[in-house]
């Protein structure tokens, strides 16, 4: 067991336990527990959507790709960041205006429907889950690579404490585990980007130079199609990753913690700034895995390559850099799962039970015991599904995540707001559809079959053949929603023309 890292690992625990010890106190009613009362800043939100977003597939599973796969793991990368321009122009100002606390309060305001509800609470549960897996598939390599835990006990580990987090402390505590978890991340991250850079002169040209030469690839590591060899499949990636995050719910609940929609418009901006500057910096840890660790050192420890990162740290500062990335990167993975656990118990709480169940009549306190009861079902199931699916890139998992938000979020959340013949069963039906398709198409392809054991989930050769289902399930969602909404009489134009005003300027 590495002695340093154990005492980090152990002050990274301590600390954020003391962040949740004081948030507890001050989450005493339903909006402090799901919103944090609304009261964070522009630049405080800011920081914690990139702390939530700059998750383990990001750090880990990112660089991992790089160094493995090269220009085909940066696409990771162009992609987070690129969907920030769809969150910041199309959907953050409607959503606040819109919603209270949850994704479906915003489609339930021009379609005050219990189907609707419970349909988006359901791709809430289903995004925030396999977004959760991927993170405890991350927590388990990096706590196995460094105490020498198995894999299980290290996953168990890390769902108890993201549970206490979101039990006591609600999204007060998550936000604040989150800022303080960007802060070390960048740090971190910029530490490591320097190192890699001083030892190619702090020369560009020297590094892409050296890179033609450091891998098994050769120069066609600088170039597109290694790992997706199918241009339809590079497609069907990157439409999932642009269009995916202003589906994800963990994301898009942020954004119901500031006061207004300015303040929410802002905390995009400064979020963008943040991931932007952090995903340039995936490629020198990438090219810095690459060329100091190597691909066999890194698929020997993780046939997925996600300790890349902390090899590369341990490769150039020894052992002390090698502990702080990787209790970093456990802060990073505390901080996103605890987040995607408020974000799915909030749907079960505020919209299964509060609207569905108890149809509106759920009192503050009947509503925060089903949150935390709610936290601790969503904790076990993620840590079960984990267990199999131990052997795949987190980058890929969380790429899963997205084309279901993607398909199955987006399309709504945009007809709601644009789309003034856009009725309730269009809604129900594109969410359904595009949910559906999605989860069916994973279930065929590449990344739960393959012919050689140990590649995927089950042994077999797959019936859709792309790892992505993005380029069919979205248009199939946007389809889904435009066809139920003419096959029905239904219409209501005086709520749309309510909801352009509201959505506008929040009246």
């Known amino acids: 067991m590495n002695v340093t890292a154990f005492i980090l690992f152990i002050a990274i625990v301590v600390l954020t336990l003391v962040i949740t ?23 405080q939100n800011g920081l914690a959507i990139a702390g939530d ?17 090269g220009f085909d793991g940066f696409f990771y990368s162009i992609g987070f960041l690129v969907a920030y321009l769809v969150v910041l122009y199309l959907v953050a100002e409607p959503l606040r205006n819109l919603g ?12 005050d429907n219990k189907k609707v509800r419970g349909v988006a609470a359901l791709n809430t549960l289903t995004i925030s889950t396999f977004y959760m897996i991927a993170q405890l598939v991350g927590a388990g390599g990096l706590i196995k690579l460094l105490l020498g835990i198995d894999m299980y006990t290290s996953v168990l580990i890390v769902g108890v404490l993201m549970t206490v987090y979101v039990v006591f402390g609600g999204m007060t505590a998550t ?13 971190g991250t910029l530490i490591i980007s320097l190192i890699v850079f001083a030892k190619f002169g702090f020369s560009v040209t020297a590094m892409f130079e050296h890179m033609k030469t450091a891998t098994p690839l050769k120069e066609l590591f600088l170039n597109p199609g290694n790992k997706y060899k199918v241009p339809l499949d590079t497609i069907s990636l990157n439409m999932a990753l642009v269009l995916g995050t202003a589906g994800l719910p963990h994301i898009l609940t942020r954004f119901f913690t500031v006061k207004d929609a300015r303040t929410a418009r802002s905390s995009v901006v400064y979020a963008t700034w943040i991931i932007g500057v952090f995903y340039v910096m995936t490629m020198f840890l990438g090219f810095g895995a690459a060329a100091f660790v190597g691909s066999k050192a890194i698929t020997s420890v993780d046939p ?9 740290a341990k490769a150039l500062g020894g052992d002390f850099l090698f502990a702080f990335i990787s209790a970093v990167a456990f802060a990073t993975i505390l901080a996103v799962v605890a987040g995607l656990v ?26 925060m015991k089903a949150a935390r009861w709610a936290s601790v079902g969503v904790s076990i199931v993620s840590i079960i599904l984990s267990l199999f699916a131990m052997k795949l890139n987190v980058a890929f998992l969380v790429s899963l995540a997205f084309a279901v938000g993607a398909s199955a979020n987006l399309p ?28 069916i198409l994973v279930a065929l392809s590449p990344s739960v079959w393959n012919p050689v054991a140990g590649k995927a989930i089950l042994v ?34 005086a709520k749309y023309r309510e909801i352009m005003v509201k959505a506008n300027i929040g009246a």
């Not at 998750?55 to 991992?64: D, K, M, N, V």
């Not at 209270?100 to 379609?111: E, G, P």
């Not at 936000?175 to 740090?187: D, E, F, N, P, R």
């Not at 709504?412 to 989860?439: P, Q, Y």
């Open 304 to 312: 997925g390559g996600n300790m890349a990162a902390p090899l590369l």
């Open 21 to 43: 010890f004081y948030a507890a106190k001050r989450t005493n009613s339903t909006s402090e527990f799901y919103t944090a009362g609304g009261g964070l800043k522009g630049w």
């Open 342 to 367: 408020l974000t799915a118990a909030s749907a079960f709480a505020h919209d299964f039970y509060g609207h569905i169940v108890r149809k509106g009549s759920a009192t503050d306190k009947e509503q």
């Open 412 to 439: 709504v959340i945009l007809f709601t707001v644009f789309w003034k013949r856009f009725n309730t069963t269009g809604a129900i039906v594109g969410m359904l559809s595009g949910l559906l398709s999605c989860l």
């Open 175 to 187: 936000s604040w585990v989150q800022i303080t978890k960007a802060v070390l991340l960048m740090g």
């Open 53 to 69: 977003y700059m998750s383990a597939a990001s750090f880990l599973g990112i660089t991992g790709s790089i160094a493995l796969a």
């Open 460 to 493: 077999g050769a797959p019936l859709f053949t792309l790892s992505n289902p993005g380029i069919i399930s979205i248009p199939i969602g946007f389809i889904g929603c435009i066809i139920g909404t003419l096959l029905s009489a239904q219409k209501d134009e």
């Open 100 to 111: 209270k606390y949850t994704m479906a309060d915003m489609i339930a305001a021009r379609f």
